[in-house]
């Protein structure tokens, strides 16, 4: 793939970054967009940056519900995101869990954060500027991808955000190179980084 054509990305952690943490979403109903991750996502449209999203789903493989129900949630979130002009470059989940209860789902894979399966898949289907790229996430899982895939990661203290800050980055190698509020603000200085960079 020619350079020229590859785009820098965010990969974007979905429960607690995108939408409220609400624990294991089981049913469309309990999908709600946080405030202000349109406006987020319409601004890495806008700047050349590639919208990807990666989520650990392991109710798939414990058995909370059928991974149909996962595409479900995220045909929601794209149509939720569309009203507000703004549109995902991919979507990549791990419906995997060692322990699961579901056979084929409990595995031991690449793709379960903080393993880089995801950003891999993601590679492989889009033309990715990894130099130029990003992690955004409410946990340090997605901190510890980021380090692993040689990314930059951004902390949002949405969702888990706060008490990882709190309890455990401090124990943690993998730091982040900011921290935000919130998604709308992660992306604010990732596109102030870039222009100034």
Request: charged share 25%.
């Amino acid at each position: 793939m020619d350079d020229q054509m590859k785009k820098p990305a965010v990969f974007l952690d979905r429960d607690g970054t995108i939408n409220e943490q609400m624990g294991y979403i089981n049913h469309p109903s309990r999908f709600f967009l946080l405030p202000g991750t349109a406006d987020a996502i319409r601004l890495l449209n806008a700047n050349g940056f590639l919208a990807i999203v990666v989520s650990n789903q392991s109710g798939v493989a414990r058995g909370y519900f059928p991974v149909e129900l996962v595409h479900e949630i995220h045909a929601k979130m794209e149509e939720m995101l569309e009203k507000g002009r703004a549109r995902l470059d991919g979507i990549f989940f791990c419906p995997h869990h060692r322990r699961g209860t579901v056979p084929e789902y409990s595995v031991k894979c690449n793709c379960r954060k903080p393993e880089t399966g995801l950003i891999e898949q993601a590679c492989r289907k889009l033309a990715i500027d990894m130099a130029r790229s990003y992690v955004v996430g409410d946990r340090c899982q997605d901190l510890e991808m980021a380090r692993s895939a040689s990314l930059k990661g951004v902390l949002v203290l949405t969702g888990y955000g706060r008490g990882e800050r709190e309890y455990l980055l401090p124990g943690s190698s993998a730091k982040p190179v900011h921290v935000a509020k919130d998604l709308l603000e992660a992306v604010q200085w990732i596109i102030n980084f870039k222009k100034n960079s």
